[in-house]
């Protein structure tokens, strides 16, 4: 049996609140915890660059907005 964690469902995703500086978050993805969802808001148009380190294997990374609709994807 797996356990879902906090952050493994859309309405379920890690709060990181209002962006606005540089924010290091940090976590793992695996074979194990293979989703994570985290989830903020900007004040207005914004840039967003992520960085991902330590990877073994290919990752996806989806912006979606508020209703779900993809933004960005990479």
């Not at 940090?26 to 990877?55: A, E, I």
């Not at 073994?56 to 990479?74: M, Y």
């Amino acid at each position: 049996m797996t356990s879902i964690k906090k952050d493994d469902t859309i309405g379920t995703a890690l709060d990181l609140g209002k962006l606005g500086s540089s924010r290091l978050v940090t976590g793992t993805v695996g074979r194990k915890d293979k989703v994570d969802f985290f989830k903020f808001s900007v004040s207005g148009l914004s840039n967003f660059s992520p960085t991902l380190t330590g990877l073994k294997d290919n990752v996806d990374f989806v912006i979606r907005d508020q209703n779900g609709s993809i933004l960005a994807q990479a």
